[in-house]
């Protein structure tokens, strides 16, 4: 995606994004980060045709800008890379939200054309549509999630049962079917799968390796062994960050990439150096056309990147405003100091939390 376009959404009142490779969103809490990585699961919702149940669950006015007394519709104009983009306009009625505009776009040495598809309905009707641009925007939407590896409790996702046939082709937003994705690939791509544990081991060099026994209704339940024991230990005998490392491993090093990983916090409960490790597997994921779009309280994380793939956010007077950093602003500084000394030190002023 080349760039997106949004207005009347949560914090977000009018907003144009240029979107690089890599993506890093840092501010203070409450600025607006979250509430851009969240308008991907509205749009996926969009895309599902399940925006009015979606909707009504949280109440209408909680996606609106300030409420429905200032804001009344939610816009978005989707571009890009081959010359595609995607469009729409829906405006609170009696009963929800209306789709007063839906369009399909293309332009090729020309001014852009669209396809208008809007029905004036509560819902999409992009899922309908034959035309060529059509399915290229769909094949975008279809592997679209926003990733969220926090929960590692005795519940968790990761602690569930998956199906090594129903559960295998992709991993899910929150890796309750890491266990059947990971068989999956040490069963077809056996190179890829010994990465992924050479990969794991430079932060848990304990880790021998994972262990796989289907039950006979096909389910697996992710397990692994140690060096150091012949005992087979489950999910919550790692700890919360050896677990989240685990899945963003398995995530940035799968097969066959999305084209877009969204991710919230993936260095939450990360040691440094496996801060690092992740780094490194962003911009091997980036080098291989994988647009990565993160939101991070982490300073260490951004200290491995350059200016230019790091958006502040800051929200003022209740509107979250994006601005992507500069090296020629900051290129000075950067010949002492890297970004994150730089932040620390309200060289860069923003992004900063709100004292």
């Known amino acids: 995606m080349n760039k997106i376009d949004i207005k009347g959404y949560k914090s977000i009142k009018d907003l144009s994004l240029p979107l690089r490779p890599i993506n890093i969103l840092i501010g203070a809490n409450g600025s607006g980060k979250s509430n851009f990585l969240s308008f991907f699961d509205f749009l996926r919702q969009v895309y599902n045709r399940n925006l009015q149940e979606f909707v009504a669950l949280k109440g209408i006015d909680t996606f609106l800008h300030k409420g429905d007394k200032i804001t009344i519709e939610i816009s978005t104009h989707l571009y890009f890379t081959n010359t595609n983009g995607y469009s729409f306009t829906i405006k609170k009625g009696d009963a929800g939200f209306i789709f007063t505009e839906e369009d399909m776009w293309y332009s090729k040495n020309?001014?852009?054309?669209?396809?208008?598809?809007?029905?004036?309905?509560?819902?999409?009707?992009?899922?309908?549509?034959?035309?060529?641009?059509?399915?290229?925007?769909?094949?975008?939407?279809?592997?679209?999630?926003?990733?969220?590896?926090?929960?590692?409790?005795?519940?968790?996702?990761?602690?569930?049962?998956?199906?090594?046939?129903?559960?295998?082709?992709?991993?899910?937003?929150?890796?309750?079917?890491?266990?059947?994705?990971?068989?999956?690939?040490?069963?077809?791509?056996?190179?890829?799968?010994?990465?992924?544990?050479?990969?794991?081991?430079?932060?848990?060099?304990?880790?021998?390796?994972?262990?796989?026994?289907?039950?006979?209704?096909?389910?697996?339940?992710?397990?692994?062994?140690?060096?150091?024991?012949?005992?087979?230990?489950?999910?919550?005998?790692?700890?919360?960050?050896?677990?989240?490392?685990?899945?963003?491993?398995?995530?940035?090093?799968?097969?066959?990439?999305?084209?877009?990983?969204?991710?919230?916090?993936?260095?939450?409960?990360?040691?440094?150096?496996?801060?690092?490790?992740?780094?490194?597997?962003?911009?091997?994921?980036?080098?291989?056309?994988?647009?990565?779009?993160?939101?991070?309280q982490s300073t260490d994380l951004i200290s491995h990147f350059e200016p230019e793939d790091v958006i502040t956010v800051d929200q003022i007077n209740g509107e979250s405003v994006f601005e992507r950093l500069d090296s020629e602003k900051l290129n000075v500084w950067l010949e002492d100091y890297t970004i994150d000394d730089l932040w620390k030190r309200n060289i860069i002023t923003t992004g900063q939390p709100n004292l």
Request: contains cysteine.
């Open 110 to 296: 020309a001014a852009p054309s669209n396809a208008p598809i809007a029905s004036f309905g509560p819902e999409s009707t992009l899922r309908f549509k034959n035309m060529p641009r059509a399915h290229y925007i769909r094949a975008y939407l279809d592997h679209l999630a926003k990733y969220h590896f926090h929960d590692t409790g005795e519940s968790s996702p990761f602690n569930k049962e998956s199906n090594i046939e129903n559960d295998k082709y992709y991993l899910y937003e929150k890796g309750s079917n890491l266990g059947a994705f990971l068989f999956n690939i040490q069963k077809e791509n056996p190179i890829v799968y010994n990465l992924i544990i050479k990969t794991i081991q430079s932060i848990a060099p304990y880790l021998l390796d994972f262990f796989f026994r289907p039950e006979s209704n096909g389910n697996v339940r992710l397990r692994w062994q140690s060096k150091y024991s012949s005992t087979v230990y489950g999910v919550n005998d790692l700890s919360d960050g050896t677990i989240r490392f685990i899945a963003l491993t398995v995530l940035f090093m799968q097969p066959t990439l999305p084209e877009t990983i969204i991710i919230d916090e993936p260095e939450l409960g990360l040691h440094p150096t496996a801060i690092a490790k992740l780094a490194g597997l962003i911009k091997s994921v980036a080098a291989k056309r994988c647009q990565v779009i993160i939101a991070t």
